[in-house]
């Protein structure tokens, strides 16, 4: 029993350690897991805002770095039921834009993820799966231009 709840405890603490890691200087901004195993995440490198997808524990499919000057966010004005954050993240013509959101009651569900634009159009939603708790969002309050 006690070796079965040591294996446990590992493996919580790894995978909740591996969500959510950002290169080392680096800030999460957001992480969380999708289908298939696959990561969601954005992280502050300071002059950079990076994206990155793909399965967890490889090398990511899409890492998107792009200067603090042409990333953008949205933040929640206060006002209203449904509370929303999000961060875009260009790359030429396509756009990355992790967001997260949740209704202004208690049992509301978060709602968090990824739309992927190109030309401006909407191509993709990937969406964040499983335990609520195990979605980093750091977006609220970051310092970054107003989404035109």
Same mark, same amino acid.
């Given at each position: 029993? =006690? ?5 446990? &405890?590992? &493996? ?12 080392? $200087? !680096? ?17 502050? !490198?300071?002059?950079? =805002? ?9 090398? /990511? ?7 603090? !000057?042409?990333?953008? &966010?949205?933040?929640? +004005?206060?006002? $209203?039921?449904?509370?929303?954050? !999000?961060?875009?993240? /260009? ?33 993709? &939603?990937?969406?964040?799966? $499983?335990?609520?708790?195990? =979605?980093?969002?750091? =977006? ?5 231009? +107003?989404?035109?």
């Amino acid at each position: 029993m =006690i070796r079965q709840l040591f294996i446990l &405890t590992l &493996t919580v603490g790894f995978s909740t350690a591996a969500i959510g890691t950002c290169e080392k $200087g !680096s800030k999460t901004v957001f992480s969380c897991l999708a289908a298939k195993g696959k990561l969601i995440q954005v992280c502050d !490198s300071g002059k950079t =805002i990076d994206y990155s997808f793909g399965k967890l524990n490889s090398t /990511p499919e899409i890492v998107v770095r792009a200067a603090r !000057s042409e990333a953008s &966010t949205f933040q929640w +004005p206060g006002v $209203g039921r449904y509370i929303s954050y !999000s961060v875009e993240v /260009p790359n030429g013509n396509t756009t990355y834009s992790v967001f997260w959101g949740a209704e202004r009651s208690n049992n509301a569900s978060i709602e968090a993820g990824v739309h992927v634009e190109i030309n401006k159009k909407h191509v993709a &939603t990937v969406k964040c799966i $499983g335990e609520e708790e195990h =979605i980093v969002q750091n =977006i609220e309050g970051i310092d970054l231009k +107003p989404i035109e």
